[in-house]
Structures are given as C-alpha cells and as structure tokens.
C-alpha cells in the first residue's frame, strides 16, 4: 500500500444516507358558524328603529326639561288634578315616544331573554323571531291599556280610571329611558347579556310594583277592595305576563 493511499483512506468519512424528514403541522380549522347575511339585514333593521325612535324622543325632549318631574308625579300621584302638559301636543307625543321607546326595549330583551332560556332557539331566522317577538310585545301592552282602561271604568270613575292609565303610560315611559342602553348591551355584547336581562327584569318588575302601589291607593276603600285588587293583580298584570312569555316559545317552535 503506497503512502498516498493509506493517507486517502485515513482522511476520507464515511457519509450515512440521511432519509427526508417529514414535519406534520395541523391546520387550524374554523368554526362552522351560520351565515349572517339574514341576520345583518334584520339587525340594521332593529337598530334603525332604535335610531329612529330616540332621535325623535330627543327633538321631542328639546323643550320640556321640567317635564320629566310631571311624569315622575303623575306615576306616584293619585289626586284628580289639572296637569299644565296634559293639553300639549309637544309634551304629549314625547311621553308616546318613551313608551313606544319602551316597548321596543322590551322586545329585544324579551327576544335576548327567550334564546338564553331556550338555547335551542339560537339558529332560528332573525328577522321572523324577532318580529314575532316584537308583535306578541305590541299585542301584550295594547291588551294592558285596554284592560286598565275597562277595570277602571268598572269599579271606579273616569277621573281615576285616566290617573290610573296616566300613571302606567308614565311608568313605562321612565322604564323606557333605563331599558333603552340596557337592550343595546344585551344585543351587542352577548357575554354580558344574561346578567343585563336579569338586572332588566328587576328593573320592569319594580316599575310594575310603584304602579300597582298607585292601582292601589287608587282602587283600596274598603276591607273587602282586597278581593278586587288580587282579582286586578292575578288577571291583569300576573297572567298575561305569563301568557305573553308562553306565546313568544310557542312563536319559536314554529319558526323552528
């Protein structure tokens, strides 16, 4: 063996086949959501309606800063009395625009409300559940007046009976002024939003109980007015409350 040779083989290495590695990398994958092109459209519906109603409550507002202090008084006061904004078209049309306001609110929330108690609610069409929604809470308050406005003519005098629906119209129309940021937080921050129909609930349910402390004052005159107070209580303002929830499910399964 030659010194060239030996010193060849003494320098050279030996080079392994090396085999192409392999890297696996999962892909991320989406969610499979429900397309919102429906869904948009009945939101910029909804929140054009909102727009639309608070815009002319503000214009109405303009003018009657001390107006506020007489629908406060008309919801707690039960004497016949002559109010200066009773004949006021201005004053009249903006207490309109509050419960209208009101009932607006009330839906929405209603509609948050019904589709966290009924999670299987959530794919129905947007646009149909929250009209029906709105309806049955349309139906609900138009059937309130009415019945106030009949009990009232019943067992009392028109004086009272017109105190008496003044109150209500007044109560809900301050109950609109508190519910109307509180349905835009529920339909634009679902995280937060069962805590926002609860604290919303509470609030309705002790609008309710300041007017019917006011039914109350109004219609008590005697021991035996308890029977016709529970009988108001139960069959006007317990058992269509009720009803109303039940027909907004019953409106949701046959949307489903």
Same mark, same amino acid.
């Given at each position: 063996m030659s010194f060239d040779t030996l010193s060849l083989s003494q320098d050279t290495v030996v080079v392994e086949e090396c085999q192409p590695a392999i890297v696996l990398i999962d892909h991320p994958k989406g969610r499979d959501v429900a397309h919102r092109s429906e869904s948009a459209t009945g939101m910029s519906w909804v929140i054009s309606l909102f727009v639309v109603v608070f815009l002319l409550s503000c214009l109405n %507002?303009?003018?009657n800063f001390k107006y506020i202090k007489s629908i406060v008084s008309d919801l707690t006061d039960v004497r016949s009395r002559n109010n200066m904004f009773d004949d006021t078209v201005r004053e009249s049309t903006f207490l309109i625009m509050l419960n209208v306001m009101?009932?607006?609110?009330v839906a929405l929330l209603s509609?948050?409300?019904v589709i966290l108690a009924n999670p299987v609610f959530v794919d129905l069409p947007f646009a149909l559940t929250i009209a029906s929604v709105g309806g049955i809470t349309v139906f609900y308050y138009l059937f309130q007046y009415a019945? %106030?406005?009949a009990f009232g003519n019943v067992f009392s005098d028109v004086s009272k009976t017109s105190s008496w629906i003044k109150g209500y119209a007044s109560s809900q129309g301050l109950?609109?002024?508190?519910?109307?940021p509180l349905s835009l937080i529920s339909f634009f921050y679902a995280d937060i939003a069962q805590t926002v129909c609860i604290v919303a609930f509470i609030l309705f349910v002790l609008a309710r109980l300041v007017f019917v402390f006011k039914g109350f004052r109004i219609f008590f005159t005697q021991i035996s007015s308890w029977l016709l107070f529970l009988y108001y209580l139960c069959s006007v303002e317990i058992i269509p409350m009720i009803f109303a929830y039940l027909l907004v499910v019953k409106a949701c399964k046959i949307l489903m």
């Open positions: %507002y303009k003018n009101c009932v607006i609110s509609y948050t409300g019945m %106030y406005w109950l609109g002024v508190i519910l109307f």
